[in-house]
């Protein structure tokens, strides 16, 4: 299983980006995908995710009405629109997928398989 993410960069404040995750080896049509975030010296935190089956999402409180977060089926793939970007969303951002199903989406513990991450960067 591979998830390929693409997408990240520099932007000024109140631009935006689109992440996208790529999954091959696997469909995860029937569980999820989610993307978190890390910057140095801080744990990895929850972004967003989606329960496939259902096109639930879920959201961080801090993107909430910022960010969206999509699907394409055909592809395999999840999109994660991000507008209005404030410097503190700079990170390196991580899709993550799991090996079956989740109970608890915010939680890194639940995802087996991660991308490589790409690095946002957000100026002031």
């Known amino acids: 299983v591979q998830l390929q993410a693409s997408g990240g960069g520099l932007v000024q404040a109140g631009g935006s980006l689109r992440l996208s995750c790529a999954a091959s080896g696997r469909s995860f049509s029937r569980y999820g995908m989610a993307w978190f975030r890390q910057v140095p010296g801080k744990e990895r935190e929850f972004v967003a995710g989606i329960r496939w089956s259902a096109g639930i999402t879920y959201y961080t409180d801090s993107v909430k009405g910022r960010f969206t977060l999509s699907r394409d089926n055909a592809r395999n793939t999840v999109y994660l629109q991000m507008n209005s970007l404030k410097p503190e969303d700079t990170a390196v951002y991580y899709c993550?997928?799991?090996?079956?199903?989740?109970?608890?989406?915010?939680?890194?513990?639940?995802?087996?398989?991660w991308g490589q991450g790409t690095l946002v960067t957000v100026s002031s």
């Open positions: 993550a997928a799991p090996s079956g199903l989740v109970t608890d989406y915010h939680s890194r513990w639940e995802y087996d398989f």
